[in-house]
């Protein structure tokens, strides 16, 4: 199956991942990282070739850790608790410090740069960089939490043994970073705005619509089939169930539809989609996956905590199990599998943590309202001057009025 | 101001609704009128003419009253209690009966069709019919329900002393239907299909999309002036409030975008929206507005209940209101109608009139779901499909396992 | 009906509020007054019999103007926009300047405190006062809202025309408050703690919560009503629509129930109702309210807006009316003033003032969630250790192994 | 830790379950199944005894598998797909067939009754039963679903590791069920009405909010070690997130204490909670469960796929982790097992698997609501009668007006 292999993939080390595509964003707007150093900008192009070329695929970390949130990254009391420069030399940084979730580190390639904006051009310097080296690169450590994949069969678990990612926290011991992978170094404004300029942050949105299509489809996909071997179309909240599933999945469509109906050269002269429809569609998804999930439990029901497993229909009970799990419109051997699917779709730990990957791969919703608000202050501008327009004329046209009119009634 | 105007208009009796552009639709495909009765497709396109001609404004009625739900149109106690085709004559049809909620009753021309499908080909053929004839023609009465213009100012209602439509049940009291304004007549399979076939169904939606957006960017610029005008956005909650109106907004502009990035020539040569962006825009809009005015409630907050009227700001109390009344950012005299505004948008009559019209406009949520479902079984069907053939996969993989293998760990 | 008359009763200028409510709760702690100023506790328990033996009702303004709410209240542009005292005579305080929204300014008594805590107790001490005088004291203006009662009838407006309370803003110009008539003056602290330790605070959210039982119940009874008439048992939502209205008001009843059976004597020795459950409920009843009004809204739907007025099922369109809107099982003239009542507590401007009220007469609803978490750390700290000790059993249980064995699988 | 064991416990084999609660209800009505035949009061109330003096564990199962929903149980394709009365013999009643979900299939004693009512007392007859009976008696067969306890330490799995239940299918191979262990058999009456007579319903329900608090005390607690061990309190939503638990505590304790309070002698002379209140508890916190499972994950964030696994804290990376995964006010080695705990309650699949279960123990929600309505028809049909009272009033005063007062201003 393609559905979740678009997304999910790096188990194969080999189809590339959505922070490719932001690699690709970062070597189209080269130019940007030129400004600061030629060779910075002919890195980021000949990084992407090489990923590219030899088909890699590539994993980013892009947070640091704030033990105490109520300090910045360079006032932590351990200085190189977050990731930072700690020397530079003809060979490349000394990079000391630790940088927080790596999803799928078992990629090949690790693209470190800063998702949070830095505030402070002079101390924060040392941990402004943006660079792209192999996983393996000595002095780099992950740390994984548990795996979700507990070693079942694709029948038990079809989602969670095929599409792990798992997550880590990085740690550079003293690691080289050589110069030819080194896109920005020692710069606060370069590095707050480098996805932004580039176009890699669009790039990237671009690629995660089209994963939100296909996780859509799939859960429209499977609702329906629990709804057809059940028969529960006799309840009427069904069709509002399935009803909302297929909004999101409109919405996410019309939203790509929009971005690439209105994509144009940029100032890299590359094609960049519409930014607007992008960044609106990954929000609405966070809170969309969630309620799919629910809906999958609603509509699964107890039938998700009913289901035997492979070693049991392949048991001695077999027989027993053919007969008493049969649905209205499913042999239990063609349903037991499908709620398998549902339950590792909705209950599972991996279904929870997709439901965390979702919720705040963007970073923490607060944040994120925040930054789309102050990003589109010219917009809300606009839109409020039209109503303060209208308002003004209701006010002059009272006060225009002599005023014996205006008592009331 | 133009961003109300686009969508409630009547009043002035000058600007087309989604009426007329509905009256447009049923012109372009009249080819499929006159399949029927050469006479309804040239009556179709020769009204739709006149109307655009004259600029004249269109309402319409589409619903049959129902006392006893449980029963057919047909089968209610009395048979005239939907209007009905009375009797067929030379000059046209006696139509005889009530019909629901024509909004915007002062508009020049009523179009009479069937919103819901009937059923029964046979006994339900004098209720299936199409016309389109003056408001004002001989039998035709409206009863009205109570206007929420109260007769206040400008600056008092700034929304319902100048947007107020109304609506009205319709009643026919034996009005002779001449054959020119007729579509459609006692045909049950072209009165139910006749707005989707025709291409009017989807032409309405999209205007009715032109106006969600109009209505979400008024909302967000309302809560803009709002927030600025009272220093609101040191409450983080605040940012989460703007960034949900802007989604909404931009949901609505991609589905347009999408919708017309798609249109095609139809089967009458005419270009058509893509259907389904405009559809998910008008359902989720439903859900999305009354949302929008309760962001409002809670940006205004007790401030809406504490805003003078036109003849306290022109009476004595003026220099206790200008001193009392002031806010972070705004002279009290603007503050005072700007929260004036915010109480029509959010609080008054009119405000929780436009909630119900976008909750229902488009019919009761449960039916518009199932319709929705029904409509899209297709689609639906596919994305299941792909869900099965994964799930097949992993169970036609665990049964060519030999069994020893299978038993968990 | 005595439904909507427990709550809304001030035009009557008879029955008692939640504030007489909370008079008596002032007076129950007198002595709290007193030991302050031997004079002030006995103002209290002589304001109160007075009150009480002449049958008025009281009305109240608790907040301060904030024209720039990054300041505090004794630091805005002009120390007297919010009201503080001006001097202090023989006679006693004389008082300059504004308070928010007392709901019901035709009471007949005047209560004026802090609902928000004074932070400063040397700069603020102007701010720091309670007492209570009758509403038409020389120097009190009050400027009011624009009222909900639009002038129909009883039949037309059945909540509006009986129940509309009013808002007002107050202004003290210069007014002469009498020694007797004050319980707090100059004492941020006593100030800052009056209602809660007298029990004052407890008293009013007591019958607060009768009121909100008396407002759910009625719009249990109005949904099962509307549900009756139109047959829409007929949906399966709709069953979840009474169950939730159900729901709200069994859980305002098990609050109260609650509060009365763990009433104890306070340290006054006045029997006072336990404080969390009527706290729970008054929070709850917040949220709850908007939503029984959008139940309301969804099973009346189309209905609301398709009622006749008074003048018309008195005019001559009568017998139409009579015939055009009958209900399953109403008759037209039952089912039209059920319907106008609907709309009243649903779509009017009143309806919307309620919900207005509702939502916010407790207080912004981000204070109210910090207030309630401040005001019980004792009791999160004692879950929270209940916690941890768990947490830590686990904990010391894997460090106490021998370190071979600890390694996963 | 007692938080957790009062509700599973199963695995212990030892605590009593809100089925041994029930068996005492049953045991206290004994004399509506004497009605019946004598020899079955004695039964349920020699069952409960032994149950009790032996301290054995109790659980149940109530529902019958139903392949084709459209048909009753009665009538699928196979007879004896739910289980039914085979025959009956001189020793007792030989059952065949299956039912659905016991949960905690491990207890010493099943309970067989319906949970949903028959609708045929002639041909639901051999479905119309009432035991108990020892779970290893011969013929009975459990298929279990997957097992969610993955056999992790308790440092890795704090929750799952000690309280997974598990759920089974139950199938009686042609099982004899010993007259002394029959409460009823062949009556579809007094099978349907055995729980609510005889008030094991109740007494089931009381022990249900008894372990709704817990778990709400448990979430409040969880929530507010993670607030405090990141210093999360920054955030405005953390407060609402706080209050709204702390909510969900405060209504089950207020539920369960109005139900005490009016607890009452019932018709067999035991005393018996108010039965509202207990049932209002149990609907709500299905609803509150799922979202405060979501409150965990809005807290724990992405620090939930953050966290190393005991074999990690205990390795060689032990000095890393201890350094970089400290929190502002916890040490690495308190956070991590904080945030292995809330990983637990909140994304591991026991996690899911007790949201399933707290949505869905009372049955299908749709039901559910139905069920509420139907038995609470003389409290709405009261709140009903109370509202048109109201409305009466209001038509009568209209037309007792003369007419030619009651046209609109």
Redesign the interface.
Known sequence: ?R?WEEHTHGMMGRLPTYLNRGAMGLAAGAAYFSEADSRFGANALRRYEYLREHDLCMTATL?S?Q????ASVANQA?PF?AARIKEETNAGLIVRG?R??ATLPIADELLVYSGAPLRNPEQEAPYAFVFSIPSDTQGI?F????SVD???????H?LASRFEEL?A?V?FDDVLVPWENIFVSHDVPRCNSAFSRTGAAVHMDHQTVVKNIVKA??M???A??LV?S???E????I??K???L??NA??M???L??????AALDEWQIMRPAE??L???C??FSRMY?RMV?II??IG??G????????????P?AE??K??????RAEA??RI??FR?AWDA????F???Q???E??SRG???R???A??LT?ED?????????????R???D???AQP?DD????
């Not at 740390?143 to 548990?146: A, D, G, L, V, Y």
């Open positions: 199956m559905i947070s850790p033990a105490n949130r109520a351990d608790l630790c927080m979730l450590r740390i994984c939490r548990e507990y070693g079942r069969s694709h029948y038990d079809p997550d926290v740690i489809e799939f429209l996909g499977l329906s089939l057809n059940i028969g529960a006799v309840f009427q909240h069709y509002e399935l009803a909302e297929w909004l409109e919405t469509k019309a939203c539809r929009a971005a690439e109906a209105d607007d429809p960044v609106a569609a929000i609405l969630p629910e439990q609603q029901a107890s998700l905590v009913a289901m035997p497993t492979e070693a049991d229909v392949r048991g009970l027993d199990i007969k008493f799990y049969q649905a209205a051997f063609d599998p499908m699917l909705s209950v599972s730990a279904a929870s943590r439901v965390l990957y919720r705040f923490d919703p607060i994120v309202a925040n789309l608000v589109h917009q809300l501008q606009r839109c409020a001057e039209r109503v303060y327009e209208f308002i004329q209701g006010r046209e009272a006060f005023s205006s008592v009331d009634g």
